[in-house]
């Protein structure tokens, strides 16, 4: 692409004539005396530099002899992301367009990048160019909780309408922040990350841990000693005329979709026992009993029934009701609870229930629920990492600290080893190894501290020196 270069060309642009009404060209009929249209300067000088404008802003050089920098250009522009500033405030995120959005335009899949002024605290909103405020939404479909948007971070939002989410309103995803958290869906009990309409074997389903987020009523948990059925929930009391329904934990998932509860029931009770899932709105409103299967007297016995779920449903709750019941203790015994989309239910063995472990040495499971707002998400810089020569650290978001290193025996056999950093409370443990020759090596435990040790070559090496020791050191 290049201006006319002609002995002719004007130097500069010259001024056009007064726009006229617009029309398009003609070859002309001189039997009907139409006149031809003429190419005039005007018409050429607009097509040039519209052309030359979009080479240049691509910042490439024109050229003569070059006949594709057009199409360079584009794909240039085109791989370009331009920044917008945020001109909003905290939660409130707003950015100025130079062709301005509208709401013709500001539609499902439209991306903006913005330079964040201010780090989010909570739930917040983006409105480009005065346009009515949308909320923001993570990876997880939930508002955002706080640090998602860090300041001066560039967040990459895209405009989506998604069914079930936010009432079906539109909402902007944040693709990503650097810098900022990564949200993840809530951990619900359902023992998955955002088990929405996917396979769920129910956490503490059969009550492995214990009574934790369930509610019982005159039901408790109890574990078989035998080993014949193991973990399961009972009436440990007899029963009159009971009418109450033992309620789960919430799992997420959308309307219209065909769900499965399948559990294990015993049932020795008089009145009506059913398994059945309870249908609840986003905001927490019930909508109906779904899925409702009347159990029998029998044994020990897996039912399953199947629904689909009702408009407006967000999440169920699987539930045992019992209506006038009357019976003895231990009556009623279920346990193993399945929840999983689909009509046809899948064997309990296909996953496995899991828990987080308290702190501590021996810790005993503890249930997962919904997370908070300060632990919806892990940051990247919870770990703590340094590598320096012959050695580094790792510090683990639980306080673990783990280092390591390679040391060279003297001439007596042994090296005092300085650890990479001190561990600021407390040494535990080293492992020795060797990278050179069959030595065994020693320890000086009585002198390991958060500071360092003794390392020494024991039998056949003593008094060896130019020996490798690599070694591994837990402290916290």
């Known amino acids: 692409m290049y201006q006319t270069d002609q002995a002719t060309a004007a130097a500069s642009l010259p001024t056009p004539a007064a726009a006229g009404t617009q029309g398009f060209f003609t070859n002309g009929n001189p039997a009907t005396g139409v006149a031809a249209t003429i190419l005039d300067a005007d018409f050429m000088n607009m097509l040039m530099m519209e052309l030359a404008n979009i080479v240049t802003s691509a910042g490439l050089t024109l050229s003569k002899t070059t006949y594709n920098q057009v199409l360079a250009a584009i794909k240039r522009i085109g791989q370009n992301t331009l920044v917008l500033a945020d001109t909003g405030t905290v939660n409130a995120y707003t950015a100025s367009n130079a062709t301005p959005l509208i709401a013709g335009t500001w539609v499902d899949g439209v991306v903006q990048a913005v330079k964040i002024a201010h780090t989010n605290t909570g739930a917040s909103t983006y409105a480009p160019d005065g346009l ?188 045992l009701v019992m209506n006038g019941v009357t019976s003895s203790a231990f009556g009623i015994v279920f346990r193993r609870i399945k929840v999983e989309q689909g009509t046809t239910p899948s064997l309990y063995s296909q996953e496995a229930n899991w828990a987080a472990l308290g702190t501590g040495p021996n810790a005993a499971p503890i249930f997962v629920g919904a997370a908070s707002a300060s632990a919806h998400a892990v940051q990247l810089g919870q770990f703590v990492n340094s590598f320096v020569a012959n050695g580094g650290y790792a510090k683990l978001p639980n306080g673990l600290i783990v280092q390591w290193g390679l040391a060279v025996s003297g001439s007596g056999g042994n090296v005092n080893v300085t650890f990479p950093i001190a561990f600021p409370n407390g040494f535990l443990r080293v492992i020795p190894g060797t990278a050179s020759g069959n030595y065994v090596i020693g320890l000086g435990t009585a002198t390991s501290t958060v500071v360092g040790m003794i390392a020494y070559l024991a039998s056949s090496g003593v008094g060896t020196s130019g020996i490798n020791i690599v070694w591994v050191a837990l402290g916290y």
């Open 132 to 319: 009515t405020a949308i909320p923001i939404y993570g990876l997880g479909l939930q508002p955002l909780q706080g640090s998602e948007l860090l300041l001066n971070g560039t967040a990459i939002l895209m405009h989506a309408t998604i069914a079930g989410v936010n009432s079906g309103n539109p909402i902007c995803v944040l693709m990503e922040c650097a810098g900022g958290t990564q949200q993840v869906p809530a951990l619900y009990a359902s023992g998955k990350i955002n088990g929405t309409n996917n396979p769920n074997l129910l956490f503490n389903s059969s009550g492995e841990f214990g009574a934790t987020g369930w509610t019982l009523g005159s039901f408790s948990q109890f574990v078989d000693t035998s080993g014949e059925i193991g973990s399961f929930f009972s009436n440990s009391g007899a029963l009159a005329a009971y009418t109450f329904a033992v309620a789960c934990q919430q799992v997420p998932i959308g309307a219209g979709q065909n769900v499965c509860l399948s559990m294990d029931v015993s049932n020795g009770a008089s009145g009506t026992v059913q398994i059945s899932l309870a249908a609840y709105t986003s905001g927490g409103s019930y909508i109906s009993n779904i899925g409702t299967l009347s159990v029998p007297n029998s044994s020990l016995t897996r039912y399953s029934t199947t629904a689909q779920t009702p408009t407006n449903t967000a999440y169920v709750v699987p539930q």
